[in-house]
């Protein structure tokens, strides 16, 4: 089953920090079997009270290889640059 990260990024505090961790991760989401189906972009909340910042979706082919994506060496490092530069919200999600 295919799984997806959806991720909220509210604030970009360092906008150059996060410019070298946007210019280094598409390949190591590649690496993973994952590819970008949003990444930024114009959004409009139709309903409730969210106000996301920057939405950006990551398709993967399973649970396992978003995990394995998430949690190695080659993106560990970028979690960091990213955690310095912005804040936001990741989760982890199953789906068709």
Do not use: C
Request: charged share 25%.
């Amino acid at each position: 089953m295919a799984a997806y990260v959806i991720g909220d990024i509210g604030e970009i505090r360092n906008q150059e920090a996060y410019a070298q961790y946007r210019a280094q991760v598409l390949p190591t989401i590649e690496k993973y079997g994952g590819r970008f189906l949003v990444r930024g972009g114009a959004h409009e909340t139709l309903e409730g009270k969210w106000r996301p910042g920057r939405v950006v979706v990551i398709a993967f082919p399973d649970m396992k290889a978003l995990k394995a994506w998430y949690g190695s060496k080659e993106y560990g490092p970028l979690v960091k640059l990213r955690h310095t530069a912005s804040e936001g919200s990741l989760i982890a999600v199953e789906g068709a």
